[in-house]
């Protein structure tokens, strides 16, 4: 019984030994027709990353040609399954483009938004592939609205389109918790909330998103001097009422209140000594007026 099972484990690496010689022999040295049947044959035996090896050495042999449809779709299932997804979206989305009208078109669509998906990093990252893999699965929804794949494509695009909200919402609060350092920052908070109110509607983060503005805005005011918060007054007063508008309820309307409160405090007295100003000015220019009488 042993001696069948060492013959046995014999055979199977003998096999292998030949496979590997084989495949070595076509890769090196064999002709364009043995190298792509060579690299179809590990490519139906799921060994993606020799099946690539191949296929970037035919390439170019079978551009133009009918075989470079099924070979372009090889190459991208394969970067794929090899989870070099940024490379199979790649491919895959000119694959859609080099053949608009192949029965695999709607697979490579979903195939390369979901690729970009897997490629996106987590949110505090680089969001190139996420960005794409959004404009992605919008193209797909939007071209394939019964498409099987239709509610799946959905749930990916929700998923992403928070993941990108998320990133500019931490961005955002990023530059106002840095504001005490760099009173720049929050100019910038504003802009990038205002940025993210405005590109994202009806956000998942508005509300918190919207307390934050009225915070950078009340904080930025306080520590601005009196000659330029009357612009900056104004603009955070506005900010609370947006906040007031669409969350009355909000779980951060205690505090909100509790600026704007010292908001109308800080205006009453601004404006209290630029009225004093304007006074002592008008009775100068009266002044001058008379000497010249």
């Known amino acids: 019984m042993q001696k069948i099972k060492n013959?046995?484990?014999?055979?199977?690496?003998?096999?292998?030994?030949?496979?590997?010689?084989?495949?070595?022999?076509?890769?090196?040295?064999?002709?364009?027709?043995?190298?792509?049947?060579?690299?179809?044959?590990?490519?139906?035996?799921?060994?993606?990353?020799?099946?690539?090896r191949l296929f970037e050495k035919v390439k170019p042999a079978y551009r133009g040609k009918p075989q470079m449809e099924r070979l372009q779709f090889m190459i991208s299932q394969s970067d794929f399954n090899e989870k070099n997804y940024s490379n199979a979206g790649y491919y895959f989305d000119r694959f859609t483009k080099n053949y608009p009208k192949s029965s695999k078109k709607e697979e490579a669509a979903f195939m390369s938004a979901y690729s970009y998906k897997l490629a996106s990093p987590v949110f505090s990252k680089d969001p190139t592939d996420t960005n794409k893999a959004l404009e992605a699965f919008q193209s797909f929804i939007n071209t394939y609205p019964n498409s099987s794949k239709i509610d799946e494509a959905n749930q990916h695009y929700k998923e992403i389109r928070y993941k990108l909200q998320r990133k500019y919402f931490e961005i955002a609060k990023t530059y106002y918790t840095t504001a005490d350092y760099d009173m720049r920052n929050y100019k910038a908070a504003i802009r990038a909330f205002d940025n993210l109110l405005s590109d994202y509607l009806g956000s998942e983060f508005k509300e918190e998103a919207l307390y934050y503005r009225l915070k950078a805005a009340h904080d930025f005011v306080l520590k601005s001097t009196d000659r330029r918060k009357i612009d900056r007054l104004k603009d955070a007063i506005e900010a609370y009422e947006k906040l007031k508008r669409n969350y009355p309820e909000s779980k951060f309307m205690e505090e909100s209140n509790e600026m704007f409160a010292t908001l109308l405090t800080e205006q009453k007295r601004v404006n209290s000594i630029f009225a004093k100003i304007e006074k002592l000015a008008k009775e100068k220019e009266e002044e001058n007026s008379k000497e010249k009488l």
């Open 7 to 52: 013959l046995a484990c014999l055979l199977v690496f003998s096999l292998l030994l030949f496979s590997c010689g084989e495949y070595q022999k076509v890769l090196n040295k064999g002709s364009i027709e043995d190298q792509y049947k060579m690299a179809v044959k590990m490519y139906e035996s799921k060994k993606y990353s020799k099946a690539l």
